[in-house]
């Protein structure tokens, strides 16, 4: 089984917890909880742009232009990737990843958090 939703890890971890109570009584939850611990799922591009941007400490709210980019380790082969694997402009890229944050993450002001 493949999974395609595009969630962040501690997502589907919340998922799995919700369904394991549930594992014996569907073939198909049984399925969907295994594929879930086994991480077997497809990384969609925004979440492929967000681990990149974790991983070299960059600001994970935005996408940052091209020039930028093109400074870290990895990032020539992410402005590949969306241009040819993907198909899309890197302002259609900001568009899509921008929503993507919005829709799995809360942003909160650093005033708030402290």
Excluded at 68 to 89: A, T
Aim: charged residues 25%; aromatic residues 12%.
């Amino acid at each position: 089984m493949r999974i395609t939703l595009d969630l962040p890890k501690y997502k589907w971890d919340d998922i799995y917890n919700h369904l394991k109570k549930h594992i014996d009584e569907s073939e198909n939850v049984a399925a969907l909880c295994t594929a879930i611990k086994m991480n077997h799922y497809e990384k969609s591009l925004n979440s492929i742009i967000y681990n990149f941007l974790l991983s070299h400490g960059l600001n994970t709210a935005e996408l940052p232009t091209t020039r930028e980019l093109k400074n870290y380790k990895g990032g020539p082969g992410l402005i590949k990737d969306i241009y040819y694997i993907h198909g899309i402009s890197h302002t259609e890229a900001r568009k899509q990843y921008s929503t993507f944050i919005k829709n799995n993450f809360k942003l909160v002001p650093l005033e708030d958090f402290q």
